[in-house]
């Protein structure tokens, strides 16, 4: 009996949670048989209660087993109406107390099981990815559930050597002298890249010709005004020689500072970055003794990806394929994506290199949009305040727009001038449009709308007038609904950390 119960589906899906979280359960399941034994009571009260009255009602005295309740309640020797009053009275408790405790503890059960679901979802991927997909894809859904939560072999150890042959990485060597061989190694070890780079020694495209930043100064600063400072959104401030980021996490503040070291020195840098936490850019700057105190960490960047990121029996993945400074954020995107076109290409029942010609395709391009878009930040730019700025308002970032080598609207670059130049008419959808507005590149002017109405015989200025009054609207009823809404602080501290 308790090897069933240990093996089965419940009692593997709780080891999916932490101790603390199946203490948790614990208390829920216990809390849950309480309100079910309120709910026998009561029941059991209203049937003695039944019992006495049929009783009163032929001039009979109670049976032995009511008796005895009455008995137990001290309210034998009293009158058949007072009698059947205090069992009604105790019954109505009962029940009172119980949807009481059941609507608080069913709140607190659904926000307990909320929370944790993102965090069970991500297990459940992650050990996903340590199967073999060609063989998961022919599973019913009970024997992926099984694969996924009993059939992973979890190896833990330090690669000390990496054995290469004409198929690419032929076999793992760990610190134990554990052998480890694979069809398919997925590449996550980081900028180090050690199958890849190390071991494949795949060369590496740099963005440094249209993302000039190289480092970063970064640091975790404590909350001096938590509600305040604890902010439903990242900050990005341009300052001297790059840009700062500012993360507002529930414990601490996570912030830095992304710059280039053609233009300023590291410790200028660092210099210059806690200048930036002292100052009014700060939703409540920090003195000069509070910044002495913090731990600052200098980061090289190593801004590209590899001219391929499947070579043979390797894909690269994450920070190990490329990196893209975290201007927009997409770092954990371009591996959701990267690992999207892997799952696809993995389902044929046999991998050629067309396969991985066709993926190296699909996410090289994938992430130049994304080196693209970030650059236009700074191709956009009208700083020239510091050498950095000036320099980045005097360099040409694509010269393919300007030699007409590039002539499609695939290349970011080419949209945006296309779109500013050539078009009339724009999709308010995506993000290009609104970062070339706020750095005063305005896609439409009032020269382009009258050349529109004078060439075309229509009237741009009723479409711009009625998507501006609907946006008004919107705008509207944005601004009500966050007046109902509590602060981030408040919604965090009542939902999600309210057992700290």
């Known amino acids: 009996m308790f090897n069933y119960l240990r093996d089965s589906v419940v009692a593997r899906s709780l080891l999916l949670l932490s101790k603390r979280d199946r203490i948790k359960i614990l208390i829920v399941a216990l809390i849950q048989i309480f309100l079910g034994f309120l709910d026998l009571a009561s029941v059991i009260i209203i049937g003695l209660l039944g019992a006495l009255s049929i009783s009163g009602v032929q001039s009979q005295g109670p049976g032995t087993k009511v008796k005895n309740v009455l008995d137990f309640l001290n309210i034998s020797d009293n009158s058949f109406q007072y009698q059947c009053a205090a069992l009604g009275i105790v019954a109505a408790g009962f029940l009172v107390i119980k949807t009481i405790l059941s609507i608080f503890f069913i709140k607190k059960t659904l926000f307990f099981l909320a929370n944790k679901a993102s965090t069970l979802s991500s297990e459940l991927f992650s050990r996903m990815l340590n199967q073999n ?118 414990t601490r503040l996570g912030t830095g500072y992304v710059y280039s070291d053609n233009f300023i020195s590291p410790e200028d840098a660092k210099e210059e970055f806690k200048q930036y936490l002292m100052s009014d850019k700060m939703a409540v700057p920090r003195t000069q003794e509070q910044v002495d105190t913090l731990e600052f960490r200098d980061i090289p960047m190593r801004v590209g990806i590899h001219e391929r990121t499947w070579v043979k029996n390797v894909v690269a993945i994450g920070l190990s394929a490329g990196f893209i400074e975290p201007l927009e954020s997409n770092g954990l995107y371009s591996v959701h994506e990267f690992l999207l076109s892997l799952v696809s290409v993995l389902q044929r029942t046999h991998i050629t290199q067309w396969d991985r010609d066709v993926y190296n395709s699909q996410v090289g391009g994938t992430f130049n949009t994304f080196a693209e ?72 002017s009032k020269l382009q709308l009258l050349y529109a109405e004078r060439a075309f015989r229509q009237n741009p200025k009723n479409e711009v007038d009625e998507f501006v009054r609907k946006r008004a609207i919107l705008q509207k009823k944005w601004q009500r609904a966050a007046e109902l809404c509590p602060s981030l602080y408040q919604y965090l501290k009542d939902n999600v950390h309210n057992d700290e």
Not at 388 to 397: A, E, H
Not at 413 to 437: C, I, M, P, S
């Open 133 to 250: 997909l060609l063989q998961l894809q022919v599973k019913n859904s009970q024997e992926k559930l099984f694969a996924i939560t009993e059939g992973v072999k979890l190896i833990t150890g330090t690669v000390t050597d990496v054995s290469t042959s004409e198929i690419g990485i032929d076999k793992l060597t760990l610190s134990d002298g554990t052998e480890v061989t694979a069809d398919l190694f997925v590449d996550c070890t980081g900028w180090k890249s050690m199958l890849l780079a190390g071991a494949l020694k795949e060369p590496f495209k740099s963005y440094a010709d249209i993302l000039p930043s190289n480092r970063a100064w970064a640091c975790q600063v404590p909350y001096v005004d938590k509600e305040k400072e604890l902010e439903p959104y990242t900050n990005c401030t341009a300052i001297g020689h790059g840009w700062c980021w500012n993360i507002p996490l529930w």
């Open 373 to 444: 878009f970030v650059s236009l930040h700074y191709a956009l730019s009208i700083r020239d305040d510091t050498n950095f700025w000036d320099n980045i308002t005097s360099k040409t970032f694509c010269p393919g727009i300007v030699d007409m080598s590039i002539k499609s609207t695939s290349n970011t670059f080419f949209d945006l001038a296309w779109r500013k130049l050539a078009v009339f008419r724009h999709n308010e959808q995506g993000g290009l449009q609104y970062v070339a507005t706020g750095m005063h590149f305005h896609i439409m």
